[in-house]
């Protein structure tokens, strides 16, 4: 079976732009996660969905963040506008027992803002 | 405010060589997770400790969670440069329902 498919692997883009990051979490996995990982501050919960429905956002930074789950097979994280200090690597995991369960990451979607 | 701290940040050391990682929190975890990433890569599981005491074996890599479930250690044996990677520790601090990650410890084992 296929993996956390993340898309796209790479995004250079200048402030101000919309970024638009996509996952698809693994079949019957209930739980998808949103991280974000930079070397200051580690890998960081911004928000996790539950039957598609959000749980906890409150690791959102700000009002530019905002995440969707349409259906069970897609994800997407947005940021509008983007600004540099939002250059990280954007992981998305799935998990068939929640936040406290195995977490299958994908292989994430490096973004950088100049 | 760091909810889990690991140490060391960074470890070097020849192959061959034992080592152990550390992960500490001041607040009880319900469970805890280790797991590894390579460059370029996410996050991949290694081992779920639920009980204090508990101690698991994966091959050379020996993992202890503490009595009182406030810390954890990873403890390699005659590590190999496929060891090398960033070793992270998740907890569900608090009983919060979803898992913090802790800084990490990168390591590098040189041949």
């Known amino acids: 079976d296929a993996g956390v498919i993340q898309s796209p692997r790479h995004e250079v883009t200048e402030m101000g732009q919309e970024v638009t990051l996509r996952c698809k979490p693994i079949?019957?996995?209930?739980?998808l996660f949103w991280y974000r990982q930079t070397m200051m501050r580690g890998l960081e919960l911004l928000i996790y969905?539950?039957?598609?429905?959000?749980?906890?956002d409150s690791g959102m930074p700000e009002d530019r963040f905002s995440a969707k789950m349409p259906n069970a097979s897609f994800s997407t994280l947005k940021i509008q506008p983007s600004e540099p200090r939002d250059s990280a690597v954007y992981f998305c995991a799935s998990s068939l027992t929640g936040g406290t369960g195995e977490l299958f990451f994908g292989e994430g979607s490096r973004l950088t803002v100049l | 405010t760091q909810l889990l701290e690991q140490s060391p940040q960074f470890l070097s050391i020849q192959e061959g060589e034992n080592l152990t990682v550390y992960c500490n929190s001041s607040?009880?975890?319900?469970?805890l997770q280790w797991y590894r990433q390579e460059p370029g890569e996410g996050p991949v599981l290694l081992v779920t400790v639920v009980t204090g005491g508990e101690v698991k074996k994966l091959k050379r890599l020996t993992f202890q969670f503490g009595d009182a479930r406030k810390d954890s250690s990873l403890h390699i044996t005659a590590a190999q440069p496929g060891d090398t990677g960033l070793y992270l520790c998740?907890?569900?601090?608090?009983?919060?329902?979803?898992?913090?990650f802790g800084d990490g410890t990168t390591l590098t084992v040189k041949p």
């Open positions: 998740a907890g569900d601090v608090g009983g919060a329902g979803k898992s913090t």
């Open positions: 607040s009880v975890f319900s469970s």
């Open positions: 079949s019957g996995h209930d739980y």
């Open positions: 969905f539950n039957n598609n429905v959000p749980i906890d």
